[in-house]
């Protein structure tokens, strides 16, 4: 079954704890992206990629790391997470070249940070 | 820089009565339109997408979209809504012309279906 699988679902830390919420797909998708999803302002895109080893910022990059050294893999690292990224953190992939194409969602990450 | 603009928030609407959510984008460019849905507790899921041919397009689940080029409009419209279609509802824009992938979504419109 295509799917994009997000991990954890449910995510609580601390200020500063350093987590990685990992992201795989298995339809041989080039691009990848991740979005955090807020109250009142729909789905920012944090960064994406558009292959292994090609990543570039979204609008909202700062506080987080991505890195793309597997075609299937696109984890999402906070090395000091503050409280204002408690937030529901979503995966996606994409066909390369597919603008015109869905994109596939994960099930989300919801992150709390205390 | 591009938007996405979905003018209801909120909306709450009996079983069988009709809807039509707005979306409005600001991107000179040849556009590439999607609404996805989001059912409680789920993830996005796509609904309908243009990006040439009839303006009008039809999704799934009896949902249907009017690509407007001169309004820079894209709603999406049910002739009669189901409890079944209470959820979040994204409108999402992408370009041929960006330099990257870049797919930009509104800020949603919850839709709250009373039985």
């Known amino acids: 079954e295509a799917q994009v699988t997000q991990n954890p679902r449910y995510l609580i830390t601390v200020t500063g704890k350093k987590l990685t919420v990992t992201c795989s797909q298995n339809m041989n998708h080039e691009y990848m992206s991740w979005y955090r999803q807020d109250p009142g302002l729909g789905l920012r895109q944090i960064y994406y990629?558009?292959?292994?080893?090609?990543?570039d910022k979204g609008d909202v990059p700062e506080g987080y790391k991505v890195s793309r050294k597997e075609k299937r893999n696109f984890p999402l690292i906070l090395e000091s997470p503050s409280p204002n990224q408690t937030s529901l953190y979503f995966c996606?992939?994409?066909?390369?070249?597919?603008?015109?194409?869905?994109?596939?969602f994960g099930s989300g990450t919801q992150l709390s940070v205390l | 820089a591009q938007s996405v603009s979905q003018h209801n928030h909120h909306v709450i609407l009996s079983e069988a009565a009709s809807l039509e959510l707005g979306c409005n984008y600001s991107y000179g460019g040849t556009v590439n339109l999607f609404w996805y849905v989001q059912y409680p507790g789920q993830h996005l899921q796509l609904l309908l997408k243009?990006?040439?041919?009839?303006?009008l397009v039809k999704g799934i689940k009896g949902f249907e979209a009017e690509f407007i080029k001169s309004k820079f409009s894209f709603n999406l419209r049910k002739p009669s809504v189901q409890w079944s279609d209470t959820a979040e509802y994204f409108c999402a824009v992408t370009s041929d012309n960006t330099g990257g992938f870049k797919t930009i979504f509104g800020a949603g419109t919850r839709l709250f279906v009373k039985a």
């Open positions: 990629s558009m292959n292994v080893e090609v990543t």
């Open positions: 996606a992939s994409g066909p390369f070249g597919g603008q015109k194409e869905k994109l596939f």
């Open positions: 243009y990006f040439s041919g009839d303006p």
